[in-house]
């Protein structure tokens, strides 16, 4: 059940007309989820969110994940069966996709939902801040993301569900990498020159929000579980069109 201040209804509803533009999608969040046995917030009091070494770039972990994460892994599988958000795209376009979060019909979809959209809204200064696309991304083995940016977004929020089956050979396999020219720490050397990649620490329940226009990739992963990560694109203002249309 969710919380009484909002319903998957009232989620879904505005992000298909619009809502209240001037008030952003964080504005109609309820405070807290239910999640099992568990009522949630939303957004946690004292939750830190640390700034990484690159502009617009920074990363929290939600404590409380272990209650929330085997409803969320469960949905995300399930959804990942319905051919109305599965989405197929080639190996190295970054896994299964599966679209849509707030339509996965599960309490901690929304829960997570809202918290991306908490944590863009905390760092743009608290502005309003829209959910444009929103996607599961599942891998397995011989998956990966070739790198690419993301348009038609400000920033980018994703969210580490499960990290899959770890590489005792290989402990940058499946690794989320930045490497991007505008940013300092991926080039040591000489500016604009890139030499290093920004590899944040992505353990369960982190949640990392970046500008959507950095280069960014995942290595190939090798495991049999399923990583699965869950990814935003958020605006500062309701874009009309479809989101995703004519990219990755
Ligand atoms: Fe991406």
Request: aromatic share 6%.
């Amino acid at each position: 059940m969710l919380a009484d201040t909002v319903s998957e209804r009232s989620v879904i509803a505005g992000h298909e007309t619009g809502g209240d533009d001037a008030a952003g999608d964080q504005a109609r969040l309820p405070s807290s989820v239910r999640v099992g046995a568990a009522d949630l917030p939303v957004w946690p009091q004292e939750q830190s969110v640390a700034p990484m070494s690159a502009p617009l770039m920074a990363i929290t972990t939600f404590s409380d994940w272990e209650l929330y994460h085997p409803s969320l892994i469960a949905a995300a599988l399930r959804a990942e069966q319905d051919p109305n958000l599965r989405g197929v795209i080639f190996r190295g376009g970054c896994g299964i996709k599966v679209r849509k979060v707030p339509e996965w019909s599960s309490p901690a979809a929304l829960l997570i939902h809202g918290r991306a959209l908490m944590l863009a809204h905390h760092t743009l200064s608290r502005r309003p801040v829209f959910a444009d696309d929103t996607w599961g991304s599942i891998y397995r083995a011989r998956d990966h993301c070739m790198p690419h940016s993301h348009l038609r977004s400000n920033v980018s929020v994703v969210y580490m569900l499960d990290p899959g089956d770890a590489d005792p050979d290989d402990e940058l396999a499946a690794r989320f990498c930045v490497a991007d020219p505008r940013i300092d720490a991926c080039c040591p050397d000489e500016p604009g020159r890139v030499t290093r990649h920004v590899m944040p620490i992505l353990t369960p329940g982190t949640m990392l929000i970046f500008a959507s226009d950095y280069l960014h990739s995942v290595n190939p992963y090798y495991g049999q579980r399923p990583r699965i990560t869950i990814s935003w694109n958020i605006t500062l203002e309701r874009l009309p069109g479809r989101p995703g249309e004519g990219w990755m």
